[in-house]
């Protein structure tokens, strides 16, 4: 029997299509990532994988190796930390000039997102590998490589973090004479304060773990202790700093969740602004900061200097003229296009595997999944895959899925838990639960265009929650909570639902639901 068509999802057949698309262009993709799931159960595989292993047990836990760890976790803190604090100096006017936020006419600067895309598309080892020649060996080079590609990214992110509010706020204070950045500060901030917040943590955890790749250029910190213990196949060594790896992130992921929250406090009444905690925290995080520069002892003098403006000169001028003969681009093509397909194959793997590891609840055993992810660098990844399904594009894939899950899958918990919970709970009073829930309240709750793009679309995506209404029992109320995704949507239901949706036949909001959502 087939389903009345005033009851069919309007957006099936263009999703249909959508998927149709996907996967033609899909499969030479996983062809040239050489894809072969099989030899991942294969028993030989799994026998060199627990030898490897068990290399790592049991884990170094020597009086002298824990100093040297104890030094090497305050260098990688404070190597990120004074990464951070220039990448957020440098991103802060960046992502003013970038984004099209703020602006009484929407227009992009090329100039400024031109710069962006150099600053995070040269790797931080390059950025390290630059300064090494100024400075030597040691912190500062990775300081400043993390400040340069942390910074592209931040500037990236938050221009794009603000364009993606609400831009009412903002346009009606530019409406009444506020220049853009007090309209950015006082009509955007406050909405966008819990995902810059998460956004900036994350971005800190990550330089934590890229000391990893900081410690090929003798910067210090986790990533010289574990390149040298790498190199000597020391496993117990290499699993007591992995564990310490772990600790590092799992503080960070508190401090984000910590931060979350106090942003979702309501402010006290007073006459100041900022309360004793938002001063106690200031303090801290600009102690934290000038401490981490004079633990490294950092002197930015010498970049100033006409041979350090010399070195870096000649370190680029190596790279003129580049080669464009035939048979070196028809390498660069074939390694371009390998790339590629590593890069889509892991992170298609890792966001559906980041998706279901962040929907369920309780939170606890995924997210100790997640953090235990994202903590193992990707080389050390990398080697367990390469032993697993040897050497070739689809260990790299592997690796870079199993990271990049742990990645995603904290990125989507926390844009979930960010969402209006109005829909979910409008869901949860009617019980619906489990997937349904998930998939019509909280995922939907993320879209930035989650609210009804014209009245047409809204009466037909009504006509289709009005049919499954009767099957899942689900009001109209539901419904529409689900449509918006916000609570405004659903308190300002009974006032203009029949001028939005003009001609659709949708059940009357009753006092008590509305009561319930308020």
């Given at each position: 029997?087939?389903?009345?068509?005033a009851?069919?999802?309007?957006?099936?057949r263009?999703r249909l299509?959508?998927?149709?698309?996907?996967?033609?262009v899909l499969?030479?993709?996983?062809?040239?990532a050489?894809?072969?799931?099989?030899?991942?159960?294969?028993g030989?595989?799994?026998?060199?994988?627990?030898?490897?292993l068990?290399g790592f047990?049991?884990?170094?836990?020597?009086?002298?190796?824990?100093a040297?760890l104890?030094?090497?976790?305050?260098?990688?803190?404070?190597?990120?930390?004074?990464?951070?604090?220039?990448?957020?100096?440098?991103a802060?006017?960046?992502a003013?000039l970038?984004?099209a936020?703020?602006?009484?006419?929407?227009?992009l600067?090329?100039?400024?997102?031109?710069?962006l895309?150099?600053l995070?598309?040269?790797p931080?080892l390059v950025?390290?590998l630059?300064f090494v020649?100024?400075?030597?060996?040691g912190?500062?080079?990775?300081?400043?490589a993390?400040?340069?590609?942390?910074?592209?990214?931040?500037?990236?992110?938050?221009?794009?973090i603000l364009?993606?509010?609400?831009?009412?706020?903002?346009?009606?204070?530019?409406?009444?004479?506020a220049?853009?950045p007090l309209?950015?500060?006082?009509?955007?901030?406050?909405?966008?304060?819990?995902?810059?917040?998460?956004?900036?943590?994350?971005r800190w955890?990550?330089?934590?773990?890229?000391?990893?790749?900081?410690?090929?250029?003798g910067?210090?910190g986790?990533?010289?202790?574990m390149?040298q213990?790498?190199?000597?196949?020391?496993?117990?060594?290499?699993a007591?700093i992995?564990?310490?790896?772990m600790a590092?992130v799992?503080?960070?992921?508190?401090?984000?969740?910590?931060?979350?929250r106090?942003?979702?406090?309501?402010?006290?009444?007073?006459t100041?602004?900022?309360?004793?905690?938002?001063?106690?925290?200031?303090?801290?995080l600009?102690?934290?900061?000038?401490?981490?520069?004079?633990?490294?002892?950092i002197?930015f003098?010498a970049?100033?200097?006409?041979?350090?403006?010399?070195?870096i000169?000649?370190?680029f001028a190596?790279?003129?003229?580049?080669?464009?003969?035939s048979?070196w681009?028809?390498k660069?093509?074939?390694g371009?296009?390998?790339?590629?397909?590593?890069s889509?194959?892991?992170?298609l793997?890792a966001?559906?595997?980041?998706?279901l590891l962040?929907?369920?609840?309780?939170?606890?055993p995924?997210?100790?999944l997640?953090?235990?992810?994202r903590?193992?660098?990707?080389?050390?990844?990398?080697?367990?895959?390469?032993l697993?399904v040897?050497?070739?594009p689809?260990?790299?894939?592997?690796?870079?899925?199993?990271?990049?899950?742990?990645?995603?899958?904290?990125l989507?918990?926390?844009a979930?838990?960010?969402?209006?919970?109005?829909?979910?709970?409008?869901?949860?009073?009617?019980?619906?639960?489990?997937?349904i829930?998930?998939?019509?309240?909280?995922?939907?709750?993320?879209?930035?265009?989650?609210p009804?793009?014209?009245s047409?679309?809204?009466?037909e995506r009504?006509?289709?929650?009005?049919g499954?209404?009767?099957?899942?029992?689900i009001?109209s109320w539901?419904?529409?909570?689900t449509?918006y995704?916000s609570?405004?949507?659903v308190q300002?239901a009974v006032?203009?639902?029949?001028?939005r949706?003009?001609?659709?036949?949708?059940?009357?909001?009753?006092?008590?639901e509305?009561?319930l959502?308020?």
């Amino acid at each position: 029997m087939l389903l009345n068509p005033a009851y069919r999802d309007p957006a099936a057949r263009g999703r249909l299509l959508g998927a149709l698309s996907a996967l033609v262009v899909l499969w030479p993709l996983l062809q040239a990532a050489e894809v072969r799931p099989g030899v991942l159960f294969d028993g030989g595989s799994l026998k060199v994988i627990g030898n490897f292993l068990a290399g790592f047990l049991p884990p170094e836990t020597g009086a002298e190796f824990l100093a040297y760890l104890g030094k090497a976790v305050l260098e990688t803190l404070a190597i990120a930390t004074a990464g951070m604090a220039l990448a957020f100096v440098l991103a802060v006017p960046l992502a003013y000039l970038a984004s099209a936020a703020g602006r009484e006419k929407a227009t992009l600067n090329p100039l400024t997102r031109g710069l962006l895309t150099i600053l995070r598309g040269i790797p931080e080892l390059v950025w390290a590998l630059v300064f090494v020649r100024v400075f030597g060996l040691g912190p500062a080079a990775g300081v400043l490589a993390l400040g340069l590609t942390y910074g592209g990214m931040l500037a990236k992110v938050y221009a794009e973090i603000l364009e993606s509010v609400d831009p009412a706020p903002a346009a009606a204070l530019r409406r009444n004479g506020a220049r853009r950045p007090l309209a950015i500060v006082y009509g955007l901030l406050p909405q966008a304060a819990k995902e810059l917040t998460s956004y900036t943590t994350y971005r800190w955890e990550c330089a934590i773990r890229a000391s990893v790749v900081m410690g090929f250029v003798g910067a210090g910190g986790l990533g010289q202790l574990m390149d040298q213990a790498m190199k000597m196949l020391n496993g117990g060594e290499a699993a007591t700093i992995l564990l310490a790896f772990m600790a590092l992130v799992f503080a960070a992921d508190g401090l984000s969740g910590w931060l979350r929250r106090a942003l979702d406090t309501p402010p006290a009444a007073r006459t100041s602004p900022f309360g004793w905690r938002s001063g106690v925290f200031a303090l801290a995080l600009v102690a934290a900061i000038g401490s981490s520069f004079a633990y490294l002892e950092i002197s930015f003098k010498a970049l100033l200097t006409v041979e350090a403006a010399s070195s870096i000169g000649e370190f680029f001028a190596g790279f003129f003229p580049p080669d464009l003969s035939s048979a070196w681009l028809v390498k660069v093509a074939r390694g371009a296009w390998e790339t590629l397909a590593i890069s889509v194959v892991g992170t298609l793997l890792a966001a559906a595997a980041g998706l279901l590891l962040a929907l369920p609840r309780p939170r606890a055993p995924f997210s100790f999944l997640l953090n235990t992810l994202r903590s193992v660098p990707e080389l050390v990844w990398a080697t367990l895959t390469a032993l697993a399904v040897g050497l070739g594009p689809f260990a790299g894939a592997l690796a870079l899925a199993l990271h990049t899950t742990g990645v995603l899958g904290r990125l989507f918990a926390e844009a979930i838990e960010n969402a209006p919970p109005e829909p979910a709970f409008a869901l949860r009073l009617r019980g619906i639960g489990g997937i349904i829930m998930m998939n019509d309240s909280r995922i939907l709750s993320t879209q930035p265009d989650a609210p009804l793009a014209t009245s047409r679309r809204g009466c037909e995506r009504a006509d289709y929650l009005k049919g499954e209404a009767g099957r899942r029992k689900i009001s109209s109320w539901t419904a529409l909570g689900t449509l918006y995704g916000s609570r405004h949507a659903v308190q300002g239901a009974v006032r203009d639902i029949r001028r939005r949706v003009k001609g659709c036949r949708i059940w009357s909001f009753s006092t008590r639901e509305i009561r319930l959502l308020q």
